[in-house]
């Protein structure tokens, strides 16, 4: 079992592209840059970047790309990809919560679920989101857009149940539950234990207010499912549209 989501990552690096949801890169790309009027050639930071596959689809497009991640497996994988696009991407292997360079990006993205809620055991939720979201407004030109994928918090309050109240696995009073789970990913199951606190848009959309960012339109953020439309309960993802304030 897993004990934390590094050591996940940097095992699960070689085949998490063969996970279904990878497999809209293109179009999600498309969407991205139909959002904001992102100039050609301009700058654009990807936090979470995992293995590449939005930095790299963004890099053949004539962008400036620089990856941020905190697993060096999930990075190996990204450098190999841009290698045999023929692009050229910074790699930077750092927390999102603390990585500082000296430049300001034109854009930034951190997409399906890439660095927020990515939570250890025992850490404070808000302030674990609130400094990733600090720390990219830092590296954002005035205005700057920043599209943003996130667990949806209404999809989790919806399964919870009281067995799971009385059994410790979820918290009412902080909304944090904790169970193990086993996930079947394309290398196999595997057993994981779950330490997570779910925002619902409203709580997230004050947080990233409360960060630096004017929250322009929070969409549903199922990959496959991108579009100007409302969230729905049940989906795994929300996306937040954000400009630096």
């Not at 300001?104 to 927020?116: N, S, T």
Request: proline share 5%; hydrophobic share 40%; charged share 25%.
């Amino acid at each position: 079992m897993s004990t934390t989501w590094r050591s996940f990552f940097d095992a699960h690096a070689p085949s998490y592209d063969e996970n279904p949801f990878t497999a809209n890169t293109v179009a999600e790309v498309d969407f991205i840059i139909r959002l904001y009027a992102i100039p050609a050639g301009a700058s654009i930071l990807d936090i979470g970047c995992g293995t590449g596959r939005h930095a790299v689809e963004l890099a053949a497009r004539g962008f400036q790309v620089t990856g941020v991640d905190f697993s060096r497996g999930m990075l190996d994988v990204a450098k190999a990809k841009a290698a045999s696009r023929e692009v050229e991407v910074r790699w930077i292997h750092e927390d999102a919560r603390t990585f500082a360079l000296n430049n300001r990006f034109d854009a930034a993205i951190c997409l399906c679920e890439g660095a927020p809620g990515l939570l250890e055991r025992g850490e404070d939720p808000v302030r674990h989101d609130r400094d990733i979201f600090l720390n990219v407004a830092r590296h954002l030109k005035q205005n700057a857009p920043f599209v943003l994928t996130a667990l949806n918090g209404y999809s989790a309050i919806r399964q919870m149940t009281d067995q799971l109240v009385q059994e410790g696995r979820f918290d009412p009073a902080t909304m944090v539950s904790f169970y193990p789970d086993e996930w079947d990913l394309p290398d196999g199951k595997q057993q994981l234990m779950i330490y997570e606190r779910l925002f619902i848009p409203p709580e997230m959309v004050r947080i990233l207010q409360a960060s630096g960012f004017a929250v322009d339109n929070v969409y549903g953020g199922t990959a496959g499912h991108w579009a100007q439309r409302p969230v729905s309960l049940d989906e795994v993802e929300a996306m937040y549209i954000c400009r630096k304030a």
